[in-house]
C-alpha cells in the first residue's frame, strides 16, 4: 500500500524558511519520480517542484525558482522541501505525489499546512 506522509510545516513569518519532509512507503521509492504540489486556501492544486529518481535532476515552477530547493535520499526513503525567503502567497497545504512531470495528478499524502504572515 503506497504511503506518503508529510511533516515539518507551520507558522513562519515573511522572509523565513522551513524545510518539509516526505516519508514515503509501500512501493519502490528510488524508481519513481517525485514531485511537491501545494493548494493554496479556496484555490487549487498547483505543481511546485519534481525531482528525478535517477540522476536527481530537478525542476521548480516560476515562483519558487531559487527560493525552494526539491531533494531526496533513496537509503531513507525520504523527500525534502527546503524553502526559503518565503512570502504570504507561499501560504498552502503541501503535499508530495508520486510520479515525474509538472502536474498534480497521482498519488499525494495528507499534507501539511505552511502559513506564511507577520
Known amino acids: 500500500q503506497v504511503q506518503l506522509v508529510e511533516s515539518g510545516g507551520g507558522l513562519v513569518q515573511p522572509g523565513g524558511s522551513l524545510r518539509l519532509s516526505c516519508a514515503a512507503s509501500?512501493?519502490?521509492?528510488?524508481?519513481?519520480?517525485m514531485r511537491w504540489v501545494r493548494q493554496p486556501p479556496g484555490k487549487g492544486p498547483e505543481w511546485v517542484a519534481t525531482?528525478?529518481?535517477?540522476?536527481?535532476?530537478?525542476s521548480y515552477t516560476i515562483s519558487v525558482r531559487g527560493r525552494f530547493t526539491i531533494s531526496r535520499d533513496n537509503v531513507k526513503n525520504m523527500l525534502y522541501l527546503q524553502m526559503n525567503n518565503l512570502q504570504p502567497e507561499d501560504t498552502a497545504m503541501y503535499y508530495c505525489?508520486?510520479?515525474?512531470?509538472?502536474?498534480?495528478?497521482?498519488?499525494w499524502g495528507q499534507g501539511t499546512q505552511v502559513t506564511v504572515s507577520s
Open positions: 505525489a508520486r510520479g515525474p512531470g509538472t502536474g498534480t495528478s497521482g498519488v
Open positions: 525531482i528525478n529518481s535517477h540522476n536527481r535532476s530537478t
Open positions: 509501500g512501493f519502490t521509492f528510488n524508481t519513481y519520480s
